[in-house]
Structures are given as C-alpha cells and as structure tokens.
C-alpha cells in the first residue's frame, strides 16, 4: 500500500540531545513537508522541499535541521538548539500538480525527558 | 502573507444533527485552494474536502458540503446527519494555486464532538 511511514511513533529526548524523527514515503511525491502540532496551534510549517539536495524553511525553522538526499526520504533532526522540542511532529507529501492535497503520516510525538 | 482563521475553539452536535464549521482566510492571490481536514484520536489526518477558487460550485463529498464566498474569504464546513465517528478536530487550509509543491497553511483547528 503507497503512504507515508513516521518512525518511531514515540520518542523520548534528555535535554541537549538532538533526534532525528524518519520520514519515508513511497507515493512517488516529489514535494516533502514538516509541521509540528501543539495544542490550540494548529499545524505550523518547519521545514519543506520541492526536489531532492533542496529545501526551504518554513515559519518555524530554529532549532531543526532537514536533509533531503533520496525522493522517498526526508528525516527530520530536532536539535539542542530548539528550547522547547516536546510537540506532536507531522510528515506529509504531496505531487507537484498544482492545488493537490496533502497525504500525511501518522505523527510521531517527540517528548523531552 | 496567507493566514487561515478558526474562531470556533469547540463545537458540539447531536447525532443526526447539522452542524457548520467555520473558517476565514485572508490572502491577496485570486488562484487558490482550499480544504477540510479532518484528525480523529488516531491523529492520521484525513482529507474531507477541497475546493478550487475558480469554481463558484460549493464542493460536496456525501455528508460533507462546504459554503464557499470567494468575495467574503469563507469557506464553511457543514456536516450533515451527524455521526459519532465524525467527533474529531477538523482545520481548514490553504494552499497557493500558482505555484506548485507549496506548502498548507492551517488554521488552529475545531474540536468537534458528537454526542449520542
């Protein structure tokens, strides 16, 4: 079945430690995106690329890096940096046809120990 | 910039109900995209409905139809014959319909619940 896999569901992070949340999809999508959900926020956008070796930050970028080396592929990495990392984290992807939904994930909730 | 807003924190509904959810965007492009998405406990976000800016049609999927006033910048979710399983949270989005592989832009949600 095509979709998109997050991995793990569950993570948990001692302070100072960066993670990295996996995000894989096998929709042949080629634009890939990242929005962290807290509660009364909505989805905010992290991160997104439209093509593989390219990506764009999105409104709330400090604190997270992203590589986008394969098409299937786009891992998110949480670091140190970022103060306040315990949030719900949404992978989503979407073809380049203009006005298409979004397919998404099933989360992984990232909390910090 | 695009901003989507949801103004109805909570909403609740009878089983066998109507009920309409609200949203209102702001945004200066004419070609546009809009959609409902729906987030039930398993929080797998689910796609309700879109809608294209061009078209003056309101866009209807079963028990879901939308009231969409491009003039207004509305775009309202009406659930008809409410159901228990459609307690969830449900954005609204927008996504630019002149460039491709944009991202969404969501506003903050509606709970809704259904009670029996």
């Known amino acids: 079945d095509g979709g998109i896999t997050q991995s793990p569901k569950y993570l948990f992070r001692k302070e100072g430690q960066n993670v990295t949340l996996s995000c894989e999809q096998n929709l042949n999508h080629d634009a890939m995106y990242w929005y962290r959900q807290d509660p009364g926020q909505g989805l905010r956008l992290i991160y997104y690329s439209q093509i593989v070796n390219d990506f764009q930050k999105g409104d709330i970028a400090e604190g997270y890096s992203v590589s986008r080396e394969k098409k299937e592929s786009f891992p998110l990495t949480v670091t140190s940096a970022q103060k306040n990392p315990t949030a719900f984290y949404l992978c989503?992807?979407?073809?380049?046809?203009?006005?298409?939904?979004?397919?998404f994930g099933q989360g992984t909730r990232l909390t910090v120990v | 910039a695009q901003t989507v807003t949801q103004s109805q924190p909570e909403m609740s509904v009878q089983e066998a109900e109507t009920v309409t959810l609200s949203c209102t965007y702001d945004?200066?492009?004419?070609?546009?995209?809009l959609f409902w998405y729906k987030q039930p406990p398993s929080r797998q976000m689910i796609l309700v409905i879109r809608?294209?800016?061009?078209?003056?049609q309101n866009a209807t999927e079963n028990r879901f139809s939308v009231n969409f006033q491009k003039a207004a910048k509305s775009f309202s979710l009406k659930i008809s014959d409410s159901q228990l399983g459609d307690a969830a949270m449900y954005f609204c989005a927008y996504r630019r319909g002149t460039q491709a592989g944009t991202a969404l832009i969501f506003g903050k949600g509606t709970t809704l619940s259904v009670s029996s």
């Open positions: 945004t200066s492009e004419s070609d546009y995209y």
């Open positions: 989503a992807s979407s073809s380049l046809r203009v006005g298409t939904e979004a397919f």
């Open positions: 809608q294209e800016a061009y078209k003056q």
